[in-house]
């Protein structure tokens, strides 16, 4: 557990109704949530808090007539793909990988979409579920699914950025509102693989900001010595409109050598900005097994340059809690993941929204004295 007063799931797989999914009726065969989980967060107009779920849609029985097969959006609709079992590895429960090329290729066992959820002004209670906003593939660049909502309010408008995941890239799509509840689609923003794409909540000299993580198979090592560690990293991006996006030159968060908690790393909430600078709420990946550790840390941020990192904290601000899923201990299938997506400025403490076990949603209240 985290330590802190308030901290509990407060959405999951049985608060799915998948008669009103995106997929339902388009399937011969049956599917159920694997996971719904992590929440991009919002304050809405009424003080409401709004939560942007990822629901990930699987197939009860995947494999059968000697094939795995796998949900993919085609032209409107949703069909099946089937692939002959000698031909995959299904180790992983999320996903299997197929055989035999010369790089990693690989399939999902479940299709994601994402879910509007109002809480209450603390984000304890749901107030409604928005099924008629949900966002869902509509082109073939996101086939495979919609992932990973992370939503900023920036003026008066509301920026969503959403992975998008095909056969023909693995990008990032931008969504906006003028309401922060109905979402229309604006375009592919970045055209790399990258999962964590996190604008931050106000301009910086004029110009939108945003945290990415690019990843690939290769990467450069630091000479011996350094403080760093060679990997995954938090880079940053400047834009004069949100939809066209230029690499920083300086890098942002890197991996400590010194840490093994946090091998990996990648952005976790929109930094808001604080007395202290940009408050950034990160995810620390500890290698262990197929999936790993996930726990979550923070950074503060220079306000003017957030290329300039004045603290972190090396200790793990959220853990996964197993007294939380113990309730729904029959549908775990990771284990040891909090994956923080979401936060909210009430007064004397933040309200976070996380993904916990990459099945539900956790909400923690943290005081602000957390990161004095």
């Given at each position: 557990?985290?330590?802190?007063?308030?901290?509990?799931?407060?959405?999951?797989?049985?608060?799915?109704?998948?008669?009103?999914?995106?997929?339902?009726?388009?399937?011969?065969?049956?599917?159920?949530?694997?996971?719904?989980?992590?929440?991009?967060?919002?304050?809405?107009?009424?003080?409401?808090?709004?939560?942007?779920?990822?629901?990930?849609?699987?197939?009860?029985?995947?494999?059968?007539?000697?094939?795995?097969?796998?949900?993919?959006?085609?032209?409107?609709?949703?069909?099946?793909?089937?692939?002959?079992?000698?031909?995959?590895?299904?180790?992983?429960?999320?996903?299997?990988?197929?055989?035999?090329?010369?790089?990693?290729?690989?399939?999902?066992?479940?299709?994601?979409?994402?879910?509007?959820?109002?809480?209450?002004?603390?984000?304890?209670?749901?107030?409604?579920?928005?099924?008629?906003?949900?966002?869902?593939?509509?082109?073939?660049?996101?086939?495979?699914?919609?992932?990973?909502?992370?939503?900023?309010?920036?003026?008066?408008?509301?920026?969503?950025?959403?992975?998008?995941?095909?056969?023909?890239?693995?990008?990032?799509?931008?969504?906006?509102?003028?309401?922060?509840?109905?979402?229309?689609?604006?375009?592919?923003?970045?055209?790399?693989?990258?999962?964590?794409?996190?604008?931050?909540?106000?301009?910086?000299?004029?110009?939108?900001?945003?945290?990415?993580?690019?990843?690939?198979?290769?990467?450069?090592?630091?000479?011996?010595?350094?403080?760093?560690?060679?990997?995954?990293?938090?880079?940053?991006?400047?834009?004069?409109?949100?939809?066209?996006?230029?690499?920083?030159?300086?890098?942002?968060?890197?991996?400590?050598?010194?840490?093994?908690?946090?091998?990996?790393?990648?952005?976790?909430?929109?930094?808001?900005?604080?007395?202290?600078?940009?408050?950034?709420l990160w995810h620390g990946v500890e290698?262990?097994?197929?999936?790993?550790?996930?726990?979550?840390?923070?950074?503060?941020?220079?306000?003017?340059?957030?290329?300039?990192?004045?603290?972190?904290?090396?200790?793990?601000?959220?853990?996964?809690?197993?007294?939380?899923?113990?309730?729904?201990?029959?549908?775990?299938?990771?284990?040891?993941?909090?994956?923080?997506?979401?936060i909210a400025d009430v007064g004397?403490?933040?309200?976070?929204?996380?993904?916990?076990?990459?099945?539900?949603?956790?909400?923690?209240?943290?005081?602000?004295?957390?990161?004095?």
């Open positions: 557990m985290s330590g802190f007063p308030v901290d509990r799931l407060v959405f999951g797989p049985d608060d799915v109704d998948l008669w009103r999914s995106p997929l339902a009726g388009q399937l011969d065969a049956d599917t159920y949530v694997l996971g719904a989980f992590n929440p991009g967060l919002t304050r809405l107009p009424n003080g409401n808090l709004a939560i942007f779920v990822r629901v990930a849609e699987a197939l009860r029985q995947p494999i059968f007539d000697g094939h795995i097969h796998a949900i993919r959006w085609h032209e409107g609709k949703f069909v099946l793909d089937a692939w002959p079992l000698e031909l995959v590895d299904t180790s992983d429960p999320r996903k299997f990988l197929i055989r035999g090329g010369r790089w990693k290729v690989m399939a999902l066992t479940s299709l994601s979409w994402i879910l509007p959820v109002e809480l209450t002004p603390d984000g304890l209670e749901v107030v409604a579920v928005h099924y008629d906003k949900a966002i869902a593939p509509q082109g073939s660049f996101q086939c495979y699914g919609v992932e990973d909502a992370r939503v900023s309010k920036v003026g008066d408008r509301w920026l969503m950025t959403t992975c998008s995941v095909s056969p023909e890239r693995h990008s990032t799509t931008l969504y906006s509102s003028r309401n922060g509840l109905d979402f229309a689609f604006e375009d592919v923003v970045l055209d790399h693989q990258n999962k964590d794409m996190l604008i931050f909540e106000g301009l910086i000299g004029g110009k939108f900001w945003a945290q990415t993580r690019p990843l690939g198979d290769l990467y450069f090592a630091y000479p011996p010595g350094s403080e760093w560690r060679a990997g995954p990293a938090i880079n940053l991006a400047t834009s004069p409109d949100a939809l066209h996006w230029k690499p920083h030159r300086e890098p942002g968060i890197r991996p400590h050598a010194a840490t093994i908690a946090t091998a990996r790393m990648g952005g976790g909430t929109p930094p808001i900005l604080t007395d202290q600078g940009w408050l950034t290698p262990k097994e197929i999936v790993g550790i996930y726990r979550t840390y923070w950074s503060i941020l220079d306000r003017d340059d957030p290329a300039k990192v004045l603290r972190t904290e090396h200790r793990p601000l959220l853990e996964a809690a197993p007294d939380l899923t113990r309730p729904i201990e029959d549908k775990m299938y990771v284990r040891d993941v909090v994956f923080t997506t979401g004397d403490h933040y309200v976070v929204a996380s993904g916990e076990a990459d099945l539900a949603c956790r909400i923690t209240h943290i005081p602000k004295s957390a990161f004095a």
